[in-house]
């Protein structure tokens, strides 16, 4: 068994979002980056995750020089509050650009604007000390199979891929795969397809992934087994614990709100791996409800972190030497008894 790690926890800033849906809009009102980052601070967590955007606002009017400029200040303004920043990702979904995908798009003009995007966020990472660039590959999938040839957006993928690794030697890759929206289907929805396309590039070495409990949830898939497949290739460099009832929205939910069974599951499978031991952070990739009031706006993500801890403690106090019993004598009923008498308590 790896040494049990001591978990460092991370999120971002969109996770204290406002409450708007595509039916109504917001229930809360915009706080600032300033408030974001003194929350993160007082709720005792470790890091934050970037957007290109988040870092640099409005990247899209700036210079490379004046990025620059800003991330240096950014980063200052980190270490001033001794605060890491976990990675950085481009948000590729919501310029006009990329309106028919990013490194996908049919439009050459869209292709080269993703390219020289990620190119930037790569720049910003390395300012603020990390060389994780996250990549949600939200808008590379079709409405209608007519309109694109998926196995040209795989060698389109890869290519983009190979200009980011060629762009700096020790940046490296976590896909984020998620099977559906905003796309009615994604090219890259799993992780087996993003270890796969991993394997095309340049430098597979660099190219891994980061699991989203919830997007897990939504390719019909069990979290804990993406988690341990990604980690028995060496190759869990992110984590998004959150939660999700079943084939709906994307939901983003406190982890372990729908089903605790799983999170417990999840929990095992980085315990017995030692995830977090080389550096990874765990990080929640969860909303507060619309219906959340400002007083209670950070609550989903006190929640999370709590929970994860008590599950870790479950996941530690767990008798596996009787677990192992049962499983010799294939008692799996008696398993499963034992598994729920221990997260009642
Ligand atoms: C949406 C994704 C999104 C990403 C984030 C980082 O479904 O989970 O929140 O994790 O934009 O790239
Ligand atoms: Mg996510």
């Given at each position: ?226 988690i341990e497949?990604a980690l028995r290739?060496?190759?869990l ?36 791996h030692?995830y ?70």
């Open positions: 068994m790896p040494p049990a790690p001591v978990y460092r926890f991370c999120f971002g800033p969109w996770n204290l979002s406002e409450g708007a849906d595509p039916y109504g809009p917001p229930t809360r009102s915009p706080q600032s980056f300033d408030w974001k980052l003194g929350q993160l601070k007082a709720l005792g967590f470790d890091a934050m995750m970037f957007h290109d955007d988040d870092a640099i606002p409005d990247i899209d009017t700036k210079s490379e020089k004046a990025i620059r400029e800003e991330a240096e200040e950014l980063k200052r303004r980190l270490d001033g509050e001794g605060i890491a920043a976990e990675m950085v990702a481009p948000r590729l979904w919501f310029s006009p650009n990329t309106i028919d995908g990013a490194y996908t798009s049919n439009d050459p003009k869209a292709r080269q604007y993703a390219i020289d995007r990620s190119l930037r966020s790569i720049d910003i990472a390395r300012i603020l000390g990390t060389n994780l660039l996250v990549l949600w590959l939200a808008r590379e999938g079709t409405y209608l199979r007519e309109a694109k040839v998926a196995s040209r957006s795989f060698d389109l993928l890869v290519e983009a891929f190979d200009r980011m690794l060629a762009h700096d030697p020790e940046i490296r890759l976590a896909i984020e795969p998620k099977p559906n929206e905003p796309m009615d289907h994604a090219y890259v929805p799993t992780i087996g397809h993003a270890l796969a396309i991993a394997q095309l590039t340049r430098d597979p070495a660099r190219v891994g992934a980061l699991i989203e409990s919830a997007h897990a949830i939504l390719a019909g898939l069990d979290p804990s087994d993406e497949f290739f060496g190759k460099w992110s984590l998004h614990l959150n939660d999700q009832n079943g084939l709906k929205f994307d939901q983003d939910k406190p982890f372990a709100s729908t089903n605790l069974r799983s999170a417990f599951n999840q929990v095992q499978a980085l315990e017995r030692g977090g031991s080389r550096g990874e952070y765990v990080c929640f990739d969860v909303h507060p409800f619309r219906t959340t009031k400002p007083e209670q706006w950070v609550a989903h993500l006190e929640n999370s972190r709590r929970t994860f801890l008590r599950l870790v403690e479950k996941a530690r106090s767990f008798d596996n030497s009787a677990a192992q019993q049962f499983i010799s004598e294939r008692n799996y009923q008696a398993l499963d008894q034992m598994v729920i008498e221990h997260l009642l308590g």
